[in-house]
C-alpha cells in the first residue's frame, strides 16, 4: 500500500486582518511571520515564548503600562504604534529609569489592512530602536467588525533607576524653578484638526518623541538638582502642575507671557475654545528643578533638539499649596485648575 504523505493546506493570502488571525493557528503564525517578526524580531522575542526571560542590572526597577486608543490611528508627525512605544518609554523615563524592555499587545479589528498594520509595526520598530529599547514579548487578539476601532495597543516597559536619583511629584520645594521643555498643544491639536478637518496656514504636526536621551543628558550633568520630572500628556501642562501642586502641597505661580505656543496651534484652540494648557503633549518634559540650578539645565536642554525652547515659566511658592495660578498678560491672576471633563477624547 502507498502511503499519501499529508501536506499542510495552503495558506490564503489576505490583505486584511481575519478572525482567524487570532485563533491561534495557521494564520495567526502566518500573521507573526508576515508582520510582527520581520520588523520586531530581536533575541529575546525569536524564541517566540510565552513569556521573555530578562537579565536585569541590579538596582530599582521601575513598570509602566499605559494602554493606546488613539483616533485616528495615522495623524501627523506619527502614528498609534510610535506613540505606543514613545508613551511608554518617557513614563519610565520621567522616573529617572533607563527604559530597557517593553511588551505590545495587539487588539485588532476584522478588516483591519494588514498593510497598515505593518505600517505601524514598522514605526514601533524604528521608535524602539531611536529610544534604544527592545520590544521583547506581546501578544495578538482579533475582534469582531465594530467590536473596537480599528487598533488598540497597550505597551508596557521595564526600566532601571539610576542610583542616586529620587525623581518623584511629592518631592517640590519652594522656590523650585518649573521647566518646560518646548511648545505646548502639539500632539493634541494634531489629532483634533486632523480628525475635523481643519486646515491652516501650516500643518500642525504632533510633538510624539521618546524624551529618555534628553532626560539622560540632564541626569548626567545637573543629577542633583531635579526634584521632579513629567510629561504633560492627557490634560496638559494643566493637569500635570496641578498634580506636581497637589502632591508636593505647595503652590505653583507661572507667567502666561513665558508659555511657548505655536501659532496655528493658538488659532486651533481658539477656534475650539480651548486652553491650550489643558491639551495634550507626546514629546515634553516639565521639570522641578532647584532655583540655583535652573539656568545650568536650560543650557543642557536647549542644547539638545527636543529641548531647544526650553523656558522657565514659574516657580514653586509657599502661597495657595495645592494650587496653580498664573499672571496674565494684564497683570491680573487667575487658577489654573484640571479640566471637568475629557475635552479631547481619544488622543492617547
Known amino acids: 500500500m502507498t502511503i499519501v504523505p499529508i501536506c499542510p493546506a495552503p ?24 508582520v510582527f517578526m520581520p520588523h520586531l524580531h530581536n533575541a529575546f522575542l525569536d524564541l517566540l515564548d510565552d513569556q521573555a526571560k530578562l537579565d536585569l542590572p541590579p538596582g530599582r526597577t521601575a513598570f509602566s503600562t499605559d494602554t493606546y486608543v488613539v483616533s485616528p490611528v495615522f495623524f501627523p508627525g506619527g502614528n498609534i504604534g510610535e506613540l505606543a512605544v514613545n508613551g511608554t518609554v518617557n513614563d519610565l523615563a520621567v522616573g529617572g529609569a ?14 483591519f489592512s494588514l498593510a497598515e498594520l505593518e505600517d505601524i509595526v514598522k514605526s514601533m520598530a524604528e521608535a524602539a530602536r531611536r529610544a534604544g529599547v527592545m520590544i521583547v514579548t506581546g501578544d495578538t487578539k482579533v475582534v469582531g467588525k465594530g467590536q473596537c476601532d480599528r487598533i488598540f495597543i497597550n505597551t508596557s516597559g521595564i526600566g ?43 500643518r500642525i504636526t504632533s510633538d510624539c518623541a521618546a ?69 495634550a503633549n507626546e514629546g515634553k518634559l516639565v521639570v522641578a528643578v532647584a532655583a540655583g540650578d535652573a539656568e545650568r539645565v536650560l543650557e543642557v536642554m ?18 495657595h499649596p495645592g494650587m496653580v495660578v498664573m499672571r496674565t498678560v494684564y497683570g491680573s491672576r487667575r487658577i489654573i485648575d484640571l479640566p471637568l471633563g475629557e475635552q479631547l477624547p481619544r488622543i492617547c
Open 11 to 34: 495558506v490564503m493570502q489576505h490583505e486584511t486582518v481575519q478572525m482567524a488571525h487570532g485563533a491561534g493557528g495557521r494564520l495567526s503564525q502566518t500573521l507573526m511571520q508576515r
Open 98 to 111: 533607563k527604559p530597557l524592555y517593553l511588551s505590545a499587545g495587539f487588539v485588532l479589528e476584522e478588516g
Open 211 to 279: 524624551l529618555n536621551g534628553m532626560i539622560s543628558t540632564i541626569l548626567d550633568e545637573v543629577p542633583f538638582a531635579i526634584h521632579a520630572m513629567r510629561d504633560p500628556t492627557r490634560g496638559g501642562v494643566a493637569a500635570t502642575l496641578n498634580e506636581l501642586a497637589s502632591s508636593s502641597s505647595v503652590g505653583i505661580e507661572i507667567h502666561e507671557t513665558t508659555i511657548p505656543v505655536k501659532p496655528d496651534v493658538r488659532g486651533a484652540c481658539e477656534l475650539l475654545g480651548i486652553d491650550p494648557l489643558h491639551v
Open 302 to 319: 536647549r542644547a539638545l533638539d527636543l529641548g531647544r525652547d526650553a523656558v522657565i515659566i514659574g516657580s514653586v511658592v509657599d502661597d
Open 160 to 202: 532601571i533607576i539610576r542610583e542616586g536619583v529620587n525623581l518623584s511629584c511629592r518631592n517640590l520645594k519652594v522656590s523650585d524653578s518649573i521647566i518646560l521643555s518646548g511648545t505646548v498643544g502639539d500632539h493634541g491639536m494634531a489629532i483634533m484638526t486632523s480628525r475635523e478637518g481643519l486646515s491652516f496656514q501650516s
